[in-house]
Each structure stands twice: as C-alpha cells, then as structure tokens.
C-alpha cells in the first residue's frame, strides 16, 4: 500500500508541477517555497540540485533579490495569502513563480494574481488531475501501471490546451517577475 501523499500519483503530480517550474531556472537555483502544503515540488526540485528555502509564516526580511524563483503548493489560497506582500522583492528581475493549488468551488485565480500584484505576468500553465485518478487511489494507479502511464500521457498532451487548463483538480498557474525598469 502507497505512503499517503507518496504514491504513484502524488509523484506524478509533483514531477509535472516540478517541471513545468524547473525549466525556467538557472542550474543550482535558490527557490522560494511559500505554500501551506507539503507536496513533492521541494523534492523534485532539491534532486536537481537546486536550493529550496521553505517559508512557513510572513514573508521574513531578507535581501532584495535573493531567490531565483519560487513557487506555493496550496488547498486554500486564504491560508498563504500573508505572505504574498513583499515576494515580488525577494524575487530576481525575470523570475519565475508556480502556484500549484487545488480547485474548491469559490477559490478563483483572480485573488492569487491581485494578493501578488502587478509585479508579476501570469498565464494558466495547465491544469493536473484531469484524467489521472486522486492521491487516494495510488493503490489502484500502481496495480494498474499500464493503464495509469496511458492516462499520465493522455493527461499531458490535454491538461495544457484551453478548453481543459480551467478544468481538473488542480491548476498550474504560471507567473514571472516583470524585468524592472531601467533608469
């Protein structure tokens, strides 16, 4: 039986939130956790060789332009919302910033783009759990590895088209900090 939260699933849903984030960094990036959620995105990313700083509260003074990148993995957008003020400093010109959170009914992307404010552009980088079964069915994923990596790359060819990125149990938003204006 799969660890909760360390199965077949989780690990896929991880690597796909991983990636989408890894591609934009520099080798033996400095990186910004910020989110409430204990996922697998800090492991993926450590194994790259990348350095990951986890923030648990508000965000703590620390030199402009410390981190490369960050990303939050969150159920609840309200739970992390303290510490979105000041993250666009701590942030290189250019960064890239991944919200992975999970879909709830009243829980828009719009309040995660006005909490991070203008500093950042944004797009919905796709959408995770569209045809890949829940964290709660790792059993069945991992007795059924043919039909669960058939369902991983259908997934993955789908999951970033228009019609689909809005739809799944999570989204992938997308964000990078605006180059700052030269004097």
Partial sequence: MAEPGRGAVALYNGHVAAETLRRRLPVASRVLDFGERDGLLA???ASEGMTVERCAKAMPAVEKGRFDGAFAEVSDWAAVRSRAPGLADRLQPGAPLLVRRRRRPRQKAGPVF???GPA???????????LVPGEERADWAES???TFAALCATEWIVRRLPVFRLAG??????GTKR???TP
């Fill in 169 to 174: 149990r999570e989204s992938l938003l997308l």
């Fill in 179 to 181: 180059r700052e204006a």
């Fill in 144 to 146: 059924h590895p043919q």
């Fill in 120 to 130: 950042f552009s944004w797009r919905r980088a796709g959408a995770l759990g569209l």
């Fill in 43 to 45: 492991t993926h990313l």
């Fill in 114 to 116: 006005r909490d991070l």
